[in-house]
């Protein structure tokens, strides 16, 4: 997990009055297991617009597919790394490895291009999951 990129995340996307606790739950590794505290996934489960800055807020689609977000986003991508996080850990890769990983995810997960774009994908329950991608203008 890199915390700088995962407090990054949060300071640019998220509203101001839940940054300081997302951050502690994203840090949390109390637990026994290397699972990082399910606290901080949960708020992107199915509430996620609550928690986000609402004028960054560039796609809210549940039909969106990965090729139509390769699409929006190739021309904001300059290097082809990434950061994916989901409940479990967080790791730099590929961003079409990111969002095909987000995709086949069932759970909460995000993907944070430096400070010019995050995609959330929210818990994949009853349908399609809500897809977000978020500018930083």
Known sequence: MNEEIESLFVNTYIQKQFRERLIFELK??????????YKAFAKFSH??????????????DSKITEQEILSFVKNMVKEKNCYYMDEFDGA???LNDAIEKAFNYLG???????KVFAI??????????????????
């Open 120 to 137: 959330i994908k929210e818990e994949t329950s009853i349908g399609a999951p809500c897809k977000y991608i978020l500018v930083n203008r």
């Open 92 to 94: 730099e890769m590929l």
């Open 108 to 114: 909460a997960s995000i993907i944070v291009y430096k």
């Open 28 to 37: 949390d590794v109390s637990s026994k297991s290397p699972k990082r505290s």
């Open 47 to 60: 509430t996620v617009e609550d928690y986000l800055i609402p004028h960054i807020i560039a796609i809210s």
